[in-house]
């Protein structure tokens, strides 16, 4: 079973950058493609980054292309969100989640961490 664990969120300064981390203590991580998603308040989570079981392929929201990079660490059983440049409307409570193919939709994800809140100040 995947149990994930975010850490790595902060208050940053606008312009900063952040590495986010997804650590999981389960035993099938290599089973799953990976997925990052965020939620800031009032709206609905959005699709952020996701990465294949391999590594070799990711996907990203148009929103986020050239300032986030999703990587993982097998070795570690563990996904990372590098976000350089980080602007206000980066702004959000970030999930990792585990799933079947790399797709933007949460409903292909079955397992999901409980959050690392990302606060950026202008």
């Known amino acids: 079973q995947v149990q994930l664990v975010e850490s790595g969120g902060g208050l940053v300064q606008a312009g900063g950058s952040l590495r986010l981390s997804c650590a999981d203590s389960?035993?099938?991580?290599?089973?799953?493609?990976m997925g990052w998603f965020r939620q800031a308040p009032a709206k609905e989570r959005e699709f952020v980054a996701a990465?294949?079981?391999?590594?070799?392929?990711?996907k990203y929201a148009d929103s986020v292309k050239g300032r986030f990079t999703i990587s993982r660490d097998s070795a570690k059983n563990a996904v990372y969100l590098q976000i350089n440049n980080l602007q206000p409307e980066d702004t959000a409570l970030y999930y990792c989640?585990?799933?079947?193919?790399?797709?933007?939709?949460?409903?292909?994800?079955?397992?999901w961490g409980q959050g690392t809140q990302v606060t950026v100040s202008s």
């Open positions: 990465i294949n079981r391999s590594g070799g392929n990711t």
């Open positions: 989640a585990g799933g079947r193919m790399v797709i933007a939709a949460p409903s292909w994800y079955d397992y």
């Open positions: 389960g035993r099938t991580f290599r089973s799953y493609a």
